[in-house]
């Protein structure tokens, strides 16, 4: 019965293409699992504003993520797949727990103080969007009581301060909120720039070399690839002093089932460049049919609004019923039927 399954709820922001740090970090888990959890993945739309979008690219790349998620292996009849925006539990938890939530401990985390650095000196400023992000996250994972939040390592700190919130209220209050666990891979959980191979891999770096996105044709895969930073080291080895080495054989392993071992002793004496051919390809092996998939799903719009539709309805009662007791736990009288 799905209601004994355990619950995972997990998310992505469709604020730009794809990576396979995206697809390793979190997607590639979130199929693995969603046979043994009742599982909600979520396209958080409402987190992608806290950067400025561009309306029509935003519509867009929704649609285009929850496509991505189909084509990844995420099947529709086992799993809840809906909009952040659809469901306005979201936002209204989210400004519950802000009335638990210290400036001072959002401040602290480092995605926002990441971010904020490219505002300095930008007459504009910081928005109150990107310091607020983790609650709206922790409003996200709690509102359905989960037990498991897979995610890539960049997301700890926001997983600890949900820990943190939930215990706050059903301290302050009475058992409200399950505590969740995060589930970060053991190889995929920090995929490195292909440029600087001691920084995470991210969609929005300048230079287009440092990544490789899920949605990149085979040509330009194998170009990233064979133009990946190594070293002068020359041996395929698993080390903290060869990054980028280390960075392409996890990737190589993850995409392949091979162990570190057995990738150190079959290129043995051989250098890189059959090495980095053999990562490119497992690449596309592993891409190719999921870009296939995207392609045809995109165009199939009815097919996608009818999963965002029934998605919608199952997230929103289960939210709904989890607000209702954070509204009565702070002294809100209901509304009168
Ligand atoms: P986002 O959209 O930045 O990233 C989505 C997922 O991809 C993982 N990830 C990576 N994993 C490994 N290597 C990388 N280089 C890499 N880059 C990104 C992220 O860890 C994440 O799992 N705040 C979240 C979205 C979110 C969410 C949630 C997640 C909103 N609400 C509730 C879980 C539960 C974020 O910005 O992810």
Not at 227 to 240: E, L, N, P, W
């Amino acid at each position: 019965m799905s209601d004994e399954k355990k619950v995972i709820f997990s998310g992505i922001q469709p604020s730009g293409e794809l990576t396979i740090g995206n697809y390793f970090g979190a997607l590639k888990n979130w199929v693995k699992l969603q046979d043994e959890y009742d599982c909600y993945y979520c396209v958080v739309d409402l987190h992608a504003i806290t950067v400025r979008q561009e309306p029509k690219d935003l519509r867009r790349r929704t649609l285009e993520l929850l496509a991505t998620y189909i084509a990844a292996g995420i099947d529709p009849e086992k799993n809840t797949m809906f909009i952040q925006s659809h469901v306005s539990a979201h936002a209204e938890a989210q400004w519950i727990l802000n009335c638990f939530t210290y400036v001072g401990e959002l401040s602290r985390m480092t995605q926002f103080k990441d971010k904020s650095k490219k505002y300095e000196g930008n007459d504009v400023g910081v928005g109150a969007g990107l310091l607020n992000y983790p609650v709206l996250m922790a409003a996200d994972i709690l509102l359905y009581q989960a037990d498991l939040v897979p995610v890539g390592k960049d997301q700890t700190q926001h997983l600890e301060i949900t820990r943190n919130i939930a215990e706050r209220f059903n301290t302050l209050y009475s058992p409200t909120f399950k505590i969740p666990e995060g589930y970060i891979p053991e190889k995929g959980a920090k995929i490195m720039s292909l440029q600087e191979p001691t920084k995470k891999m991210s969609k929005s770096s300048d230079n287009p070399n440092s990544f490789i996105l899920i949605m990149d044709p085979p040509d330009v895969i194998r170009k990233k690839i064979s133009r990946a930073i190594t070293d002068s080291i020359g041996v395929v080895k698993y080390s903290d002093e060869q990054p980028g080495v280390k960075n392409l054989m996890n990737i190589l392993s993850i995409t392949t089932g091979m162990a570190v071992e057995e990738i150190e002793k079959k290129y043995d004496g051989q250098g890189y460049a059959q090495f980095k051919k053999d990562v490119a390809e497992a690449l596309v092996n592993e891409l190719e049919p999921i870009q296939t998939k995207v392609k045809e799903l995109v165009n199939d719009k009815t097919y996608l609004e009818e999963i965002l539709k029934k998605g919608e309805q199952k997230a929103s009662y289960v939210a709904n019923k989890t607000l209702s007791k954070m509204m009565k736990k702070v002294g809100f009288i209901p509304k009168f039927k």
